[in-house]
């Protein structure tokens, strides 16, 4: 509550976008999305970000980027191939292993996955950032998406959720 009293509507932070965007996000792919939709977004983030962490000459070609531009770049490199490999899967087998009937996952399903997603989208992105631009922001967002527990967190939250939330076998 005493983040909401302390809020200046008239010069809002960038704490402010970061959680009006966490909450509006996970909201609005919970409910547009699906269950299965946002588990083949979650596969999509995970191989995205084990190709750009992993690429051999990604690094090189950063190093002859501006340090400026080289947050923009592993930005736009890792939304991009996120993007290719987003709809390769949702074309392929996954989605239709994952979306074999008609059920899409209930509704609360849905607003878990999205919730562990957003979480994990913003944690990439924010880590991707330069520290100058990382210090505009509150030590509690830092705590929350950037530290390594944090970062931990939003790596395997989502993986423990699709282990314990399963869809229901279908009735013969």
């Excluded at 269950?35 to 084990?50: E, K």
């Excluded at 992105?125 to 967190?153: C, E, K, W």
């Amino acid at each position: 509550m005493d983040f909401l009293a302390n809020i200046n509507w008239a010069a809002p932070s960038w704490d402010l976008f970061i959680i009006l965007f966490f909450v509006v996000a996970a909201f609005l792919y919970g409910l547009s999305l699906g269950r299965d939709r946002v588990i083949v977004i979650l596969v999509s983030i995970y191989m995205a970000l084990a190709i750009v962490n992993t690429a051999p000459y990604l690094s090189s070609f950063n190093a002859e980027i501006s340090y400026n531009n080289a947050s923009i770049f592993n930005v736009t490199v890792f939304v991009g191939i996120f993007i290719v490999l987003f709809f390769l899967l949702s074309r392929g087998a996954l989605l239709k292993t994952l979306g074999g009937s008609a059920s899409n996952g209930s509704w609360w399903q849905s607003m878990i996955f999205s919730f562990f997603h957003v979480g994990l989208i913003l944690s990439i992105l924010m880590s991707y950032l330069p520290q100058a631009t990382v210090n505009h922001v509150s030590a509690g967002m830092r705590n929350l998406f950037i530290s390594d527990p944090a970062r931990f967190f939003w790596l395997v939250a989502p993986i423990i959720m699709m282990v314990l939330i399963r869809k229901k076998k279908e009735e013969v």
